[in-house]
């Protein structure tokens, strides 16, 4: 019969928290027998299409609307790497950080995350003084 399969979060649930919900998500449709490359299809045309907004979300295209992140590992090999701080991975014996946002592209401006990262710290370290 035919259908569009399309990805969304929980953030609204207890103890869920904005953007992170929506890794999970795509590690719940790899864990339901779906390839990477099509879960990263559900989570941006599929999910341009149910909207009814095929024609300007979904794609990297011009004239598309499009807000991007730069990690430095394969989301396809662990979705995990998605997350802000990345993963810890054991590598010869050793933990180290993998992944992680590196670079947002919101609305053509390029922000460097580790910085934004920083200023947020401080800001939420001053506001509980």
């Known amino acids: 019969m035919g259908g569009v399969v399309g990805v969304g979060e929980d953030a609204g649930y207890i103890y869920m928290l904005y953007g992170f919900s929506l890794i999970r998500e795509l590690e719940l449709h790899q864990e339901a027998?779906?390839?990477?490359?099509?879960?990263i299809m559900?989570?941006?045309g599929n999910?341009?299409?149910i909207?009814?907004?095929e024609d300007k979300l979904g794609r990297i295209r011009q004239g598309y609307l499009a807000d991007l992140i730069l990690v430095d590992e394969n989301p396809l090999e662990n979705f995990k790497y998605l997350y802000p701080t990345g993963v810890q991975d054991l590598k010869e014996d050793k933990?180290?950080?993998?992944?992680?946002?590196?670079?947002?592209?919101k609305d053509?401006?390029?922000?460097?995350?580790p910085?934004?990262?920083?200023?947020?710290?401080?800001i939420v370290a001053k506001a509980r003084q």
Not at 95 to 105: D, P
Not at 108 to 113: A, D, K, L, P, Q
Request: charged letters at 20%.
């Open 108 to 113: 053509g401006f390029v922000y460097h995350t």
């Open 42 to 44: 559900h989570a941006t």
């Open 115 to 122: 910085t934004i990262f920083e200023d947020v710290k401080k």
């Open 33 to 39: 027998g779906f390839h990477p490359i099509d879960v």
């Open 95 to 105: 933990l180290i950080r993998r992944g992680g946002v590196k670079w947002t592209i």
């Open 51 to 53: 909207m009814g907004m």
């Open 47 to 49: 999910n341009a299409k």
